[in-house]
């Protein structure tokens, strides 16, 4: 059975989501781990001396959700992707639900680590320009 070309764009997205939901999570635990399992996103930074040490850190929740959306969504494209070739009509409404709800999920936690990693960032920036030259 030859695929179409809106099955191969089906299959090239799915697996770019699976790679993007793994490199995620992957990425967000070796930070935390790196921090002694506590969460940087919306932490804050102060000048100590020469260095910078990190002050504050947010709750670790935010980090597992994350995490969570990023490995569910890996999950869900990989069985997609194992199940694709042979998907009939059927079950297409069923998966356009089930991608709705995650997509809004992965749009909640894309916001959550733009605007934590934005405040984390500001954070380390501010010491460094009020420092006089």
């Not at 089906?10 to 999570?25: M, N, R, T």
């Not at 959700?65 to 969504?73: C, D, K, M, P, R």
Request: proline content about 2%; overall charge neutral.
């Amino acid at each position: 059975m030859a695929l179409s070309v809106l099955q191969l764009a089906e299959l090239a997205l799915h697996g770019a989501a699976f790679l993007c939901g793994v490199i995620c999570a992957s990425a967000l635990t070796v930070t935390q781990g790196e921090f002694g399992g506590r969460c940087i996103l919306y932490g804050s930074v102060i000048k100590n001396g020469t260095a910078l040490t990190l002050s504050h850190f947010s709750n670790i929740s935010l980090c597992y959700f994350v995490s969570a959306i990023s490995i569910l969504i890996a999950v869900y494209c990989f069985s997609m992707l194992l199940y694709a070739m042979g998907t009939d009509r059927a079950w297409l409404t069923v998966n356009l639900a089930v991608s709705a709800v995650i997509l809004f999920f992965l749009l909640v936690s894309a916001c959550i680590l733009r605007v934590g990693m934005n405040s984390l960032c500001s954070s380390i920036l501010h010491p460094l320009v009020q420092t006089p030259s």
